[in-house]
């Protein structure tokens, strides 16, 4: 058996890649009418949906990879169920499209694929009227019919959330598939029971949760320390991790990008003085 991750031949039977420690099975489930599975766990994650006849799921533009034949796309504005003021919040401080899709199956069965942009994970996220989740902005990608988008402002007393200051939560019932920059480290948190978590790395929660942003130490281990911000987590409630920065990430990238357009903006500098 080979690793779709990795390339790597594993042994038959096996559970995990051993050269690069990704689940060999696809994560199947259900979701109201709805069967779906996440392939190519944890980096390159792909959501595909099963859609019933009459039945639909609602995306952000932009995140469909592939559809069947059979599937009618609805483009629609979030003021449907968010009404103009949740439409404004949810696109403009929540870091959301204006606009979702949705995907209706007709006549037969319909399958549609959907991709986020950051290279990572994707998971499927419960919602139930006395549980819901507090996301990172621009996390969402899909959701079955039931729940919605609203953007919870935490101001300065409560906290920023990836260094944002609007992050979004979800309400009502049903499922929410969001993605990750990184794969996706799960914890299960007693009443009472404290995580406390870099806050680019912290990806969603439970709103049964309590938490609160502050330094990491003192202003000394703040600015020197290269942590910044985090956040502490009390429990009860879920709580998940991503396992790579985007800050880090970005900033890794421009040590080797400065060099080349530093060197551009020289030789442009030159040729207007020619």
């Known amino acids: 058996m080979e690793c779709k991750n990795c390339g790597f031949e594993v042994p038959s039977g096996s559970k995990f890649c051993p050269h690069c420690g990704v689940p060999l099975r696809a994560v199947k489930g259900t979701s109201g009418s709805l069967k779906y599975e996440i ?3 944890p ?5 595909e949906v099963e859609i019933p006849v009459g039945s639909h799921i609602t995306a952000e533009a932009g995140s469909m990879t592939y559809m069947s034949g059979n599937i009618k796309v609805e483009t629609r504005t979030r003021m449907k169920k968010s009404g103009i003021w949740g439409t404004i919040k949810v696109s403009l401080l929540g870091g959301e499209t204006l606009f979702v899709n949705d995907y209706i199956a007709q006549e037969t069965t319909g399958k549609v694929g959907f991709v986020s942009a950051p290279l990572g994970d994707i998971t499927c996220l419960e919602v139930k009227p006395d549980k819901g989740f507090i996301v990172q902005s621009a996390g969402y990608i899909a959701s079955t019919e039931g729940v919605t988008l609203d953007t919870k402002w935490q101001g300065f007393t409560k906290g920023l959330f990836g260094q944002n200051l609007f992050m979004i ?3 009502g019932e049903g499922d ?6 990184g794969a996706i480290d799960k914890h299960e948190l007693k009443p009472r029971e404290i995580l ?3 806050n680019y790395h912290l990806a969603a929660l439970s ?3 309590n938490y609160e942003v502050r330094m990491f130490g003192g202003l000394k281990s703040t600015i020197l320390g290269g942590e910044g911000l985090i956040t502490e987590v009390e429990g009860p409630g879920e709580v998940y991790i991503q396992t790579k920065n985007i800050q880090e990430f970005v900033n890794w990238l421009w040590r080797y990008i400065r060099p080349k357009v530093q060197a551009a903006s020289r ?3 030159i040729f207007k003085k020619l």
Do not use: A, G, Q
């Open 207 to 209: 709103d049964t949760c």
């Open 176 to 181: 929410v598939f969001i993605n990750t920059f």
């Open 169 to 171: 939560k979800t309400i």
């Open 196 to 198: 406390i978590v870099d």
């Open 39 to 41: 392939k190519y766990r």
């Open 267 to 269: 030789h442009k500098n």
């Open 43 to 47: 980096s390159y994650s792909l959501l």
